[in-house]
């Protein structure tokens, strides 16, 4: 009985130790978030391509309406000389003729620039915008920053440059008016001696040497 206990109890040890190894944790959850974060990372790549592309855009049509308002302020001053000298007014008219030539191309390459943008925006940029912000919601991570919010960034940086150059302008314009006035001021302040300083010393130095010439004689 012994025997047979023992060779029954063999088998049912044995049995035990050839239990498969059970694997510790939640691999599917884990094999889940990885393939979610594979996924935020192809489209977090399309939306930051996507968004280079409205920024490039962007600082081009920025580039283009500085144009246009430095070609304006451009005609502005070509209608007064216009105005002022008529011996060139067909000068001016020709460039004139220009100026509204390359304002229209520009105008109509900036409405070109304006629906490209639009489309983006609202097409590629939007879908991607929202599978972004979808994954990273799944994974516990806040909406990235709107596009509005991009911009006004870029705009604010842009306003803060200008605003800097011209303090720097401001302030080398006044030095210059300061040393202008210090040059001619100190063109216009008298060089060398009084006039007439010269002779009266002569005359001073003649006269002690008439006075002292008497008391040489008698000696």
């Not at 502005?76 to 001016?92: F, G, I, Q």
């Not at 879908?127 to 919601?137: H, N, P, W, Y």
């Not at 991009?150 to 303090?167: D, F, I, P, V």
Request: with cysteine.
């Amino acid at each position: 009985m012994a025997s047979a206990s023992a060779s029954t109890q063999a088998p049912a040890q044995a049995g035990k130790g050839a239990q498969p190894i059970v694997a510790q944790g939640d691999w599917t959850k884990n094999l889940v978030q990885l393939a979610k974060t594979a996924e935020l990372k192809k489209y977090a790549l399309t939306l930051q391509l996507q968004t280079a592309h409205i920024l490039s855009a962007h600082a081009t049509l920025e580039q283009k309406q500085r144009s246009i308002q430095d070609l304006k302020e451009q005609k502005n001053k070509l209608d007064s000389e216009r105005a002022r000298l008529l011996n060139c007014l067909r000068e001016v008219n020709e460039d004139r003729d220009k100026t509204d030539m390359m304002e229209a191309q520009l105008s109509n390459e900036c409405t070109e620039l304006r629906t490209r943008i639009q489309q983006i925006t609202d097409g590629e940029y939007a879908s991607a915008k929202r599978d972004v912000d979808a994954l990273r919601a799944e994974l516990g991570q806040g909406p990235l920053p709107s596009l509005q919010a991009t911009l006004e960034e870029k705009s604010q940086q842009y306003l803060q440059e200008r605003r800097l150059n011209a303090e720097q302008n401001s302030k080398r314009a006044a030095d210059e008016i300061l040393f202008d006035g210090a040059q001619a001021a100190s063109a216009k302040r008298p060089r060398g001696r009084p006039k007439g300083s010269k002779n009266r010393g002569g005359k001073t130095a003649g006269g002690s040497a008439h006075g002292q010439a008497p008391e040489a004689v008698p000696a």
